[in-house]
Nanobody
Framework: QVQLVESGGGLVQPGGSLRLSCAASGSILSILTMAWYRQAPGKQRELVARITSSSSTNYADSVKGRFTISRDNAKNTVYLQMNSLKPEDTAVYYC?????????WGQGTQVTVSS
């Protein structure tokens, strides 16, 4: 079992920055990849960024050049640095982990970009 706890969401003005954190606990050695997804009201959940155990990354086209995913293995934490935020980035952001053949989700953290 893997437990994921997100933090760092909030209200920010357009053009601002936020950093989300996802702390993993439990069977963390089995984690293969971690990722951030988001879901805006009335829309499907979508992949934002993914990082593998070897630190390879990939991003949604809509966030490339603005968001950066990283991991601190010593802290068992994955981060999502979000810069140049836009109103369309408003969503609930979820941490995701693939461990063995199981998928785990965090509880989500709200990010609102508004003036």
């Amino acid at each position: 079992q893997v437990q994921l706890v997100e933090s760092g969401g909030g209200l920010v003005q357009p053009g601002g920055s936020l950093r989300l954190s996802c702390a993993a606990s439990g069977s963390i050695l089995s984690i293969l990849t971690m990722a951030w997804y988001r879901q805006a009201p009335g829309k499907q959940r979508e992949l934002v960024a993914r990082i593998t155990s070897s630190s390879s990354t990939n991003y949604a086209d809509s966030v490339k050049g603005r968001f950066t995913i990283s991991r601190d293995n010593a802290k068992n934490t994955v981060y999502l640095q979000m810069n140049s935020l836009k109103p369309e980035d408003t969503a609930v952001y979820y941490c995701h982990a693939l461990a063995g053949f199981k998928i785990y989700w965090g509880q989500g953290t709200q990010v609102t970009v508004s003036s």
